[in-house]
């Protein structure tokens, strides 16, 4: 008797640590499936493909007017558009998510669909741009509103995406971190293909660059409402008692605890450190990406230093390996939550080089294009990690997640803030256009 508790109470301890034990898998390879298995199954892989989709509309707006770098450069040559894009947009977004933290109980349909909504407003405000009859100053000026404006309707999404993903499955999160990473991807990808097949003429390449961002939003919001009506998503509609039951039946909460404290403070009590974690990772991804990036000079390759290209090649590069990160963050390395700081230790040790590579008159272009990729992915893997992990704290009930979603979109976008201040400091301090 002492052996098998010795071997379960190992079995359940290598489960929580590291993922499913050998005898956790045998068990569950000769349990046989419960009535109705197939169809929940289906449920649940359905509502990841629309995490995904919904995860690229969520910071699509502003990856897309990053990816219009060059546009903006031709627009208004005399000004450092993405170091100031980056701090305005971060600033409203803070601002917008912090005041929203506050709001003890929310729906997310309001702040999901009025999210995407205001954002569609954004890019459709910033596709008129090339016909109104104001100069460059002026339009520099309402740039910065409509991004401005963007950061307040993100930061709705914020308040909610977050939360929403703690709803489902465990591993919900990464399928979120997924889309985040494809909305960067599709962004850039839409760009180099309107500026490859629309060359002769930088307006007309925009121009259809932010029509298709407008329909991928509209696709968005399409895949957010199917994803409501799917049986998984019942229980967000009903009352907290069946919010918990329904959470445990697909798997995602520990055993219910009645009375537990779900107060910010309370919940912050459990989950500091990986918050702190995460303002950490994502204040080094806004000091290098977009600006740092979009700043290192064009030095051997001449063949693409005109119309932006290289630029353009390196966001392309950090992207691809970002994404590509994302799918694997199931391959932890040891990594867990009690350990994360590993993350921002890694990512810091880069920062030298991708400072080397925009400011030295000696850095090479391929060099260059290394240091990007292995940033765009220690950003896909760490930034991605750190928010999947706080998820996987023990004894997280399913209210206490929700409250742990809303910290976590104050520490991102206060993260990305103090990033984006801090790279318009640096920027200045070396003088990078």
């Known amino acids: ?88 947009y971060q600033v409203g977004s803070i601002v917008t998510v912090g005041a929203l933290s506050l709001i003890d109980s929310f729906s997310f349909g309001p702040r999901i669909l009025g999210g995407f909504l205001g954002q569609l407003l954004c890019l459709a405000a910033i596709l008129d741009f090339r016909w109104l009859p104001v100069p460059s100053s002026v339009l520099y000026q309402l740039l910065l509103l409509v991004v401005l404006l963007c950061s307040v309707a993100t930061g709705f999404l914020d308040s909610a995406l977050l939360s929403l993903c703690s ?134 390759m001449q063949s693409l230093a005109s119309a932006e290209w290289f630029q353009t090649l390196l966001l392309t590069i950090f992207t691809l390996f970002d994404i590509s990160a994302r799918f694997v963050t199931h391959i932890r390395f040891g990594l867990h939550h009690g350990n994360i700081q590993w993350t921002v230790i890694i990512r810091a040790l880069l920062l030298p080089l991708m400072i080397f590579c925009a400011a030295s008159q000696i850095g090479n272009d391929v060099l260059s294009m290394a240091a990007v990729a292995c940033f765009g992915f220690l950003n896909g893997y760490c930034a991605s990690l750190c928010l999947i992990v706080v998820n996987e704290i023990p004894d997280l009930s399913a209210e206490q997640r929700k409250t742990c979603g809303r910290i976590s979109a104050v520490s991102v976008n206060c993260g990305l803030c103090v990033g984006s201040l801090a790279a318009i400091a640096l920027g200045n301090r070396l003088k990078l256009s």
């Open 167 to 300: 709803q489902y499955s465990s591993n919900m999160q990464g399928y979120l971190q997924i889309g985040l990473g494809f909305g960067t991807l599709v962004s850039v990808i839409y760009r180099d293909g309107t500026k490859l097949f629309m060359s002769r003429d930088v307006e007309d390449s925009t121009c259809a660059f932010f029509v298709i961002a407008l329909l991928t939003v509209l696709l968005c919001i399409s895949s957010y409402l199917h994803l409501m009506s799917l049986p998984a998503s019942k229980h967000l509609n009903d009352s907290s008692d069946v919010l918990q039951a329904a959470a445990t039946s697909y798997g995602t909460l520990s055993s219910p605890s009645a009375g537990r404290n779900t107060s910010l403070s309370a919940v912050l009590q459990i989950v500091w450190f990986n918050q702190l974690m995460i303002f950490a990772n994502f204040i080094l991804t806004t000091i290098c990406y977009p600006a740092l990036i979009t700043a290192i000079p064009c030095r051997q």
């Open 1 to 88: 008797d002492s052996v098998a508790f010795f071997v379960s109470r190992s079995s359940k301890q290598m489960d929580a640590e590291s993922g499913w034990s050998q005898k956790t898998l045998l068990d569950r390879a000769e349990t046989p499936r419960k009535p109705g298995q197939n169809e929940m199954d289906a449920e649940e892989w359905t509502a990841k493909v629309h995490i995904v989709v919904i995860g690229v509309g969520y910071l699509f707006p502003i990856a897309a007017i990053w990816a219009a770098f060059d546009y903006w450069k031709e627009l208004f040559p005399d000004q450092n558009v993405e170091f100031a894009v980056t701090a305005f």
